[in-house]
């Protein structure tokens, strides 16, 4: 929402959508959401409105996308097309001598305009929002019953328009709020980037006192010549009128004018920072011959920051460290057409975690986040999408300009905005050799790249020379060698040591030296993350396994060496939630991981670390309630189990099933452990803690899964061939890690390789279990007391579509289950393929599976054993 009034009650002049207009004088402007009521298709095709079939439409409200169901999980219809929408609006006659807009928030990422079949205009780009002067399309009540409202969205590949390739779904619709306004004829301007026609600006802040400028644009949309005054009235946030200024102006008939406002001094203002946001707001008003016109509200904060590359961000002359995270604006089930709600609820919860900052990544979002940045304290990084490449072209060069210019004006008044970006890792591409390949990016690109950063630089410069300009690049020195990296005020490096190269120790060593080489660089860690999955732990973590243990690892490390360095300005997670990525094929394929949160917005256990380290409150949070179902083996031959807590409290109590087990003191890390002896199936574990006469705790209840088939303790296995982790299924099985035989169950080929296959598997939801496998694999043997068992082998081709690349024959005890199996033939690529048989074991023996390759490698991706009798 971003046109907050106050005079509500003469905005409910008109109700919208077949149904009965009611009027009522306004005098000023009038701002109204239609949302509800649209009608939708998803052509496909380019085709007219007028050939969609009756039947075709479906009944929507906005916020809308279409690629909903596209995510995650299903790698075949990720739909890049045309989408129609439309609907009916009935217009109160009463507005017959307004001038009628309709204002899109953001329609990703092409949007034509259709009044009553006539093409009103055309926005490019998906993320910034615009408005369109419908006033000469439009019929009242009198004239007509109805308007039709039409607006076709495109969101294909278009290579004029950012971004074009990048690690988020590029999901197509009218995603966020449409907004109708009824302007009088005299009115701020609504053609101006999108913006509200009215900009506050602080050029010098101090503690003691501090300069209001306001400017913006005038629109006169009569045909006669308007004498009008402009006054601006600042509230304090008790709403208090400090200041009112005004001025008088004349405009000629169907023109805008520029206006400027005398400026306004403040004294002792009350700064704004993330532990005090302290808002003013400022209302602006426009009269003519003493009756209000129009209105509008912005707000308005007093602070002043700067940047040294040795010692870090300076806020309000206090050296502050800028910690904290990336935001994607998109959910799970609702893609990215969130409700402002869910918007809010997500600054929430990275205000909560303890962070002060906030990349908008890539791409500038809803106008909603902005608010509660504002007002809960949050620092913000805003972006346009140029993500990885460009291309060279005069059209790509005034999209990235005008959408820039957007976003700018967009938000300009927002005091939480300290940094506009405008690239994010441009050299991907090229930088990995693909230059002339694939891409035939030409000779010029780099410099053509480059000097499309130096005008970007130079129009956020002439737009807002108040705030630090900023790009993200990768590891990579072609953006020195280029030159690229020195145009901007501050360089954001997106790094993953430890995730995408070998250790999370190379994070540091490698801000030092860089910090070295280029002292006057002002460093910002604009991405580090780690991939997890609550279905995934291992207690022996490893890169890129997506185990929980691991992602915690991760954060632990980078944390405690970016508190150790002070050039380290400011730092951001990648990322606060798990987001769509259409191109992905992790452990959950088309979503990328690396949130603290899951992609449902359910904190991951990490999350309560950052809020341990940063927070202001007392947490005490075992960092296992993901891992709940454990795979240790208790009874005979059991070992111990470690317990992980993040606390920021200095002393805690642990309880086993009710009986006091320790207590443990804390160190500076914020990080606890203790281990126990796991003794039977569930055990239920407490931890306490007290500070200041209030006490803390945290409970789980841990299960333990046996493995061995062979003495009775356990009536069934499940093994996760070829993987190092634990998997529990959609049905909450366990899934071991695979091992070597080890007189219990284990393969026997010592030759046999793990392998691990990068994209989603057809027909299963599991697909860690298919995902990860064992090459030249010839037996697996599990050791079983006699009986009758169920055995379900787990197969899926990886490696080849064509047939007869491979064929293996697969025997059980020596029995041939299958003969010749050529599983791309009968099943296709990357295909789950789960086949159950019964066996009957007399004893002694246990159960052999054993591979035979008849063509190529045997394969064997999971094994899963049941006894029945
Ligand atoms: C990056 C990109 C970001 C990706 C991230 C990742 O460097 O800027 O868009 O999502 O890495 O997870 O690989």
């Not at 909603?368 to 060069?397: C, M, Q, R």
Request: aromatic share 12%; net charge positive; with cysteine.
């Amino acid at each position: 929402m971003i046109f907050h009034r106050t005079y509500i009650i003469i905005s409910l002049f008109y109700l919208f959508v077949n149904i009965s207009v009611f009027a009522q004088e306004v005098n000023s402007r009038s701002s109204i959401t239609v949302n509800n009521d649209w009608k939708f298709c998803y052509t496909g095709k380019d085709i007219k409105v007028t050939n969609v079939l009756d039947t075709e439409w479906k009944h929507i409200n906005i916020p809308h996308t279409w690629n909903i169901n596209d995510t995650p999980n299903d790698t075949t219809t990720y739909k890049r097309g045309i989408g129609w929408y439309k609907k009916t609006l009935r217009l109160s006659n009463s507005l017959k001598n307004k001038r009628v807009y309709l204002h899109f928030e953001g329609a990703n990422q092409i949007a034509e305009l259709f009044v009553n079949g006539t093409y009103v205009g055309k926005h490019l780009g998906g993320y910034t929002a615009f408005s369109f002067d419908i006033t000469n399309y439009i019929h009242f009540d009198d004239e007509s019953n109805s308007n039709e409202i039409s607006v076709k969205i495109d969101n294909r590949f278009n290579k004029d328009i950012p971004p074009l390739s990048a690690d988020f779904t590029f999901y197509g619709g009218i995603y966020r709020d449409v907004w109708l306004i009824a302007t009088n004829p005299v009115h701020f301007s609504l053609n101006d980037y999108g913006s509200k026609g009215v900009y506050i600006a602080t050029p010098k802040v101090t503690k003691n006192e501090a300069t209001v400028k306001i400017h913006g644009k005038i629109h006169n949309q009569s045909n006669v010549e308007k004498e009008i005054l402009i006054r601006s009235k600042l509230f304090n946030k008790k709403d208090s009128v400090l200041h009112t200024i005004e001025k008088n102006l004349k405009i000629t008939a169907n023109h805008q004018v520029d206006f400027s406002l005398d400026s306004i001094l403040v004294n002792k203002p009350e700064l704004w920072s993330p532990d005090q946001p302290n808002l003013y707001t400022v209302r602006t008003e426009l009269f003519e011959k003493g009756h209000l016109k129009d209105e509008v509200i912005s707000p308005l904060g007093f602070r002043f920051f700067n940047f040294h590359a040795d010692k870090g961000v300076f806020l309000n002359g206090k050296p502050i460290k800028l910690i904290g995270t990336n935001r994607h604006q998109d959910h799970e089930t609702y893609g990215n057409a969130l409700s402002n709600k869910l918007h809010v609820k997500d600054l929430e919860m990275i205000k909560d975690a303890g962070f002060n900052f906030l990349r908008l990544a890539h791409y500038p979002q809803d106008p909603e986040v902005l608010h509660a940045a504002d007002k809960l304290g949050i620092i913000i990084w805003e972006e346009i999408p140029i993500v990885n490449y460009v291309t060279t072209s005069d059209a790509f060069l005034n999209n990235s300009k005008y959408m820039l210019t957007e976003m700018i004006r967009q938000s300009y008044n927002h005091p939480s905005i300290f940094f506009w970006g405008y690239m994010n890792e441009v050299f991907l591409y090229d930088a990995n050799g693909d230059r002339n390949k694939n891409m035939n990016f030409p000779d010029t690109y780099l410099e053509w790249t480059k000097d499309l950063a130096k005008q970007l630089n130079t129009l956020v410069k002439k737009e807002d020379s108040s705030r630090i300009t900023v790009m993200a690049i990768h590891q990579n020195d072609k953006y020195d060698e280029v030159g690229i990296s020195k145009i901007p005020d501050a360089l954001g490096y997106n790094l993953y040591q430890g995730w995408y190269s070998n250790y999370f120790t190379d994070f540091g060593n490698f801000l030092d030296r860089t910090h070295l080489k280029y002292p006057k660089r002002k460093i910002v860690i604009s991405e580090y993350g780690a991939g997890s999955d609550e279905r995934i732990h291992a207690s022996k973590p490893k890169r890129f396994d997506f185990s929980t243990e691991y992602q915690q690892a991760f954060h632990e490390s980078y944390l405690k060496q970016i508190k150790e360095r002070p050039f380290v300005g400011v730092t951001a997670v990648w990322a606060q939630s798990d987001f769509g990525s259409n191109t992905r094929g992790d452990s959950k394929p088309q979503v990328n991981q690396k949130g603290l949160q899951y992609f449902n917005r359910k904190p991951k256990d990490i999350y309560y670390y950052y809020q341990s380290v940063l927070g202001s409150k007392p947490v005490i949070h075992i960092a296992s309630h993901d891992w709940l179902k454990r795979t240790s083996a208790f009874g005979e031959g059991q070992i111990a189990d470690t317990i992980k807590i993040y606390t920021n409290l200095k002393t805690l109590d642990i309880s086993v099933d009710g009986i006091k087990h320790q207590t443990l003191q804390v160190d500076q890390s914020n990080v606890a452990y203790f281990s126990f002896m796991p003794s039977k199936e569930q055990h239920k574990i407490e931890v306490k803690g007290k500070q200041d006469e209030h006490y803390y705790s945290d409970d789980i209840i841990v299960s333990y899964t046996d493995q061995n088939l062979s003495n009775g303790s356990s009536k069934e296995i499940a093994i996760n061939v070829g993987a190092t982790f634990q998997f529990t299924d959609e049905n909450q099985k366990v899934w071991f890690k695979d091992q070597p035989y080890n007189n219990i169950w284990g393969y026997n080929s010592n030759n046999s390789v793990p392998l691990k296959f990068s994209k989603g598997i057809i027909g299963t939801k599991n697909e860690p279990i298919y995902q990860y496998y064992r090459k030249d694999i010839s037996s697996y043997t599990v050791n079983v007391e006699a009986g009758l068992y169920e055995v379900d082998i787990c197969l899926a081709e990886l490696e080849y579509s064509e047939s007869g690349k491979r064929k293996m024959d697969i025997s059980i005890n020596n029995k041939r289950v299958w003969k010749n199996l050529d599983l791309a033939k009968t099943y296709g690529k990357q295909t789950a393929v789960s086949r159950k048989f019964k066996v009957s074991v007399d004893g002694g023996e246990g159960i052999t599976i054993s591979l035979k390759a008849k063509r190529g490698k045997t394969i064997l991706n999971g094994l899963y054993i049941k006894k029945l009798k």
